[in-house]
């Protein structure tokens, strides 16, 4: 659907969220095969060459699409309540991640295959490989963070917050593809099993 007739010329802030939200529908119903430049354009209703005025690539697009993503996330953990608890903190931000894997988690290994093994390096992909780190930076924050309201101790690794990243996004998969439902197991208990099992995994005894 043209977003033409909502944006006024001139807003180009307003331009590159028309670009941005025409991608992203775009990633969803057909994932990254079907992101092409002319398709944005036509789904923003605007031409191809306003869109390479905002984007070099559609690399550069899907890399904005995630970091906006990730900069929502880090929000999240930035005010989420401490006094949740580890687990109930990982419960308050699994929607997002979730979403964040729905949207882009399948299109990712396409984009990481053509653009980070292939070597390019536009302003976008490497502000997304930036923004990356610093959501990392802020799970690592707000685990410390609680773990030190709740009296508990965090495991001194550094790979303590990558590991319960990659839970969560294990856990996405897990709820996209509904494998714990065909077993009988809810996903709200799943969510609390394996938030409740972090929480376990990275507390130092």
């Known amino acids: 659907m043209s977003t033409e007739q909502t944006t006024a010329w001139g807003d180009a802030e307003g331009r590159r969220r028309d670009i941005l939200s025409s991608a992203e529908l775009i990633l969803e119903q057909q994932g990254y095969a079907g992101l092409t430049m002319r398709a944005i354009a036509v789904g923003a209703g605007v031409s191809s ?109 550094p790979a303590l917050p990558h590991f319960v990243w990659d839970s969560l996004i294990g856990l996405a998969d897990d709820l996209l593809l509904q494998g714990a439902r065909a077993n009988r197991v809810k996903p709200a208990a799943l969510v609390e099993f394996a938030t409740g099992a972090i929480e376990r995994g990275i507390i130092s005894r």
Do not use: H, N
């Open 49 to 157: 060459g306003t869109v390479y005025q905002y984007f070099s690539g559609k690399e550069d697009v899907f890399a904005a699409l995630m970091e906006r993503r990730l900069d929502e996330l880090q929000r999240t953990l930035a005010t989420v309540d401490r006094g949740l608890g580890i687990a109930g903190v990982l419960r308050e931000i699994e929607p997002q991640v979730t979403e964040l894997w729905r949207r882009f988690g399948r299109s990712a290994a396409q984009w990481e295959a053509k653009v980070l093994s292939g070597g390019r390096r536009g302003k976008e992909v490497a502000g997304s490989a930036q923004d990356y780190r610093k959501t990392i930076r802020a799970l690592a924050k707000a685990l410390a963070e609680t773990a030190q309201q709740c009296g508990q101790t965090l495991l001194d690794d």
